[in-house]
């Protein structure tokens, strides 16, 4: 039996890509993109569900980024309406 390496980060770039692209295609369940990216890849569901965890915790820290833009945009907005009356 020959034991295939694979580089962790080229790896964990491959499943985060195969679970952007199922996510894409519509898929919603997470059991079903977990065994989707399974069959594809051949990489064991628990590395599956590490990435795809690694994947949501980059999502919310750039949703939560973009966020705390709004106030101050909103904040500028204001003031500058407020100073044109």
Not at 8 to 32: H, P, V, W, Y
Request: no cysteine; glycine share 4%.
């Amino acid at each position: 039996m020959k034991l295939k390496f694979v580089n962790r980060t080229t790896q964990s770039t491959s499943i985060k890509q195969a679970i952007n692209e199922l996510l894409d295609k519509g898929f919603t369940d997470k059991q079903d993109i977990y065994s989707k990216v399974v069959e594809e890849l051949g990489v064991p569901r628990p590395t599956v569900r590490r990435v795809a965890r690694d994947l949501r915790n980059e999502l919310l820290q750039k949703i939560k980024i973009l966020q705390s833009e709004v106030p101050e945009m909103e904040i500028a907005q204001g003031k500058t309406t407020q100073s044109a009356d």
